[in-house]
């Protein structure tokens, strides 16, 4: 059995092991190949029979010149580098990763949290650059420091990762209200309180965006609804970027009406140099890591083998495309 790892780099950049997987079939690992669709991605998967995927789109094209492909394996949760209608329609398989890093992700969204906050990154720079030994006080700070406690963070889209959050933000001292088509007995329990998106906009301090990429939410965060948010609001996006029109989101934040942004994703990753965010006041970049903790990884590969292992006993799991 053929089995090709299209981009393992980031899964794997050395600290973890490929030996559970290569001990399934013959196995040839590229550390990349193309965020983009290109030929090089069906001559990379050849005849095997099982490509597994992170962020290198499987398109229609590629699984046409590829006969022999009957499994896809995303390395993430998020399968939308797969064209799973074609391959539905060809009988392939493609199988995710539908629960990894949700104690990983959620510690991440408090981390943007609290370098909004407190901007200790800045800080610290600043004080290897002497402005400590050089201040006329005996302290400084360059931002407005934010205390949470009596807040209202509001969180868009309350599955596992939200819950997780919200658990984390009240021991801070914060009430947490969500908006999601499902309503959960566990975040009630929490103290979650559940309000329509209009009200959500109008009454976070800090608004997360927690939720899977959909039609619904994508580019919701625009001129016209941020225009509903009170003045100073705090966004925290380590969901998806296509949640956010990255220019409306840019010119909020130069204007003041949003104080800070603090962003793991963008639209388009890699971040292109054009992107606007990339000049605008007050916003906190980071390069899609939320996922990428030690831990989370190892889940995701011993989870990737496991369906790997279903598929060639003939009864595939987490299935994304049935």
């Known amino acids: ?57 499987i398109s229609r094209e590629t699984m046409d010149r590829c006969p022999n ?3 896809i394996a995303v390395l993430a949760t998020g399968y939308n580098v797969v064209d799973t209608v074609c391959a539905k329609e060809k009988g392939i398989s493609v199988s995710n990763v539908p629960v990894y890093g949700t104690r990983s992700v959620s510690q991440f969204t408090v981390a943007l949290l609290l370098e909004a906050c407190h901007r200790i990154g800045h800080h610290s720079e600043s004080v290897r650059r002497g402005k ?51 309503q959960t007995e566990e975040a009630k329990a929490l103290g979650v309180e ?22 619904f939410n ?11 948010m009170k003045d100073g609001v705090i966004l925290i996006n380590n969901s998806r970027g296509q949640m956010v029109v990255e220019q409306d989101l840019a010119d909020a934040l130069n204007s003041g009406k949003i104080a800070c942004a603090a962003l793991d994703v963008v639209s388009s990753e890699p971040i292109r140099s054009d992107n606007p965010l990339l000049q605008a006041k007050n916003c906190i970049l980071t390069p899609h890591i939320s996922w990428a903790t030690k831990q989370s990884r190892q889940r995701i590969m011993d989870a990737t083998v496991e369906n790997v292992r279903a598929f060639l006993a003939g009864s595939p799991i987490n299935v994304v495309n049935r």
Not at 218 to 228: A, D, Q, R, W, Y
């Open 132 to 182: 400590w030994e050089q201040n006329a006080d005996w302290c400084y700070w360059d931002y407005p420091l934010i205390e949470l406690a009596g807040m209202t963070y509001g969180l868009l889209g309350c599955g596992n990762i939200g819950i997780y959050t919200a658990e984390i933000v009240k021991a801070l001292g914060m009430h947490v209200i969500a908006y999601d088509a499902r």
């Open 1 to 57: 059995m053929k089995i090709v790892v299209l981009d393992g780099y980031a899964e794997n950049p050395g600290d973890l092991s490929w030996e559970s997987l290569k001990a399934l079939g013959d196995v040839k690992i590229y550390d990349r190949l193309s965020y983009e669709e290109s030929p090089r991605i069906a001559d990379a998967i050849g005849d095997a029979e099982i490509a597994i995927t992170n962020k290198t789109p």
């Open 218 to 228: 994508t580019g919701i965060i625009n001129k016209e609804n941020i225009s509903k």
């Open 194 to 215: 559940y309000v329509s998106l209009d009200e959500l906009f109008a009454r976070s301090d800090v608004l997360g965006l927690q939720m899977p990429l959909l039609p």
């Open 69 to 71: 492909l009957g499994f």
